[in-house]
T-cell receptor, first 108, second 118 residues
């Protein structure tokens, strides 16, 4: 079993939809939780950074961590075609451990 | 803040040749990381420096791989006697932090060096 599980997608939604991206993890030692966005042929770009359980909001993006169920989520409101990318969850304790990434396609 | 810079962006080489990649981190960052990413997968950790000291190496980093950060600024990753399986995107990231746990500061990535082995 991988330490971090993430559905590879693709997830296709119409412009303006609310998007929910999720990861599960197995290592209860993870304390920090990051979401990165990666466009084709580019490096990962940090979107959200949270510590422990709870919610964090930044503009159209909300990150949610539930340590009791080892479940992390990223919500995107009013999705735009420019949000089309691969979204990587990366919990960490002593190093970042990435999921496979979920490919999101937002159609106009 | 000019971001993390990696060169070259793309390297094509024949199997058996040696290659070297360079990473220039964000200037105030003391920590530097190397990752490898293959198609359809997330980045996998290779190695980590705090200043000039290499503090951790993954089992993925075979003895054909060597990384240096001689003055605690830029870093190089060398692969000797390249193999087909080395074809991947090599990503560099940097962060700032103090203390023993290096995961508590978010890492910022460069755009990577894509290695293609013929």
């Amino acid at each position: 079993q991988k330490e971090v599980e993430q559905d590879p997608g693709p997830l296709s939604v119409p412009e303006g939809a609310i998007v929910s991206l999720n990861c599960t993890y197995s290592n209860s030692a993870f304390q920090y939780f990051m979401w990165y966005r990666q466009y084709s042929r580019k490096g990962p770009e940090l979107l959200m950074y949270t510590y422990s359980s709870g919610n964090k909001e930044d503009g159209r993006f909300t990150a949610q961590v539930d340590k009791s169920s080892k479940y992390i989520s990223l919500f995107i409101r009013d999705s735009q075609p420019s949000d089309s990318a691969t979204y990587l969850c990366a919990p960490s304790f002593q190093k970042l451990v990435f999921g496979t990434g979920t490919r999101l396609l937002v159609s106009p | 803040d000019t971001g993390v810079s990696q060169n070259p962006r793309h390297k094509i080489t024949k199997r058996g040749q040696n290659v070297t990649f360079r990473c220039d981190p964000i200037s105030e960052h003391n920590r530097l990381y190397w990752y490898r990413q293959t198609l359809g997968q997330g980045p996998e950790f290779l190695t980590y420096f705090q200043n000039e000291a290499q503090l951790e190496k993954s089992r993925l980093l075979s003895d054909r791989f060597s990384a240096e950060r001689p003055k605690g600024s830029f870093s190089t990753l060398e692969i000797q006697r390249t193999e087909q399986g080395d074809s991947a995107m090599y990503l560099c990231a940097s962060s700032y932090g103090t203390g023993g746990t290096y995961s508590n500061q978010p890492q910022h990535f460069g755009d990577g060096t894509r290695l293609s082995i013929l």
